[in-house]
């Protein structure tokens, strides 16, 4: 079973940049894919932010935020990096990492098996 461990988060100002950090530790992330996910209100579905594909090969993003986030990975570090420029106040929410181990659309929550505990982002304007 891994775990993953977030860091990164904060407030920062509409036009800022933050970068969120998922380690997985246990094993190494699985071969399919690893996600990031926000959540702006409790109770409301996890958003797709984007994905970075097994073996750290290619990076996805959803169209709200392509042109300013970016997601990397670094396989000697078992961690996957998001990248946030250019921040908006309706990029505040709390931001997960996902690790899938199935094949699938990178953008279904509900197919993801293991979670990060959550970091909270917060913009202001």
């Known amino acids: 079973q891994v775990q ?3 860091s990164g988060g904060g407030s920062v100002q509409a036009g800022g940049s933050l970068r969120l950090s998922c380690t997985a530790s246990g094993r190494t992330f699985s071969s399919y894919a690893v996600g990031w996910f926000r959540q702006g209100a409790p109770g409301k579905v996890r958003e797709y932010v984007g994905a970075i594909s097994g073996g750290m090969v290619s990076t996805f993003l959803a169209d709200s935020v392509k ?3 970016t997601i990397s990975g670094d396989s000697a570090k078992n961690t996957v990096y998001l990248q946030m420029n250019n921040l908006k106040p309706e990029d505040t929410a709390v931001y997960y990492c996902a690790d899938r181990t199935m094949a699938g659309p990178y953008s279904n929550p ?3 098996d293991y979670w990060g505990q959550g ?4 913009v202001s304007s």
């Open 67 to 69: 042109g300013r986030f």
């Open 110 to 112: 509900y197919e993801y």
């Open 4 to 6: 993953l461990l977030q």
């Open 119 to 122: 970091t909270q982002v917060f």
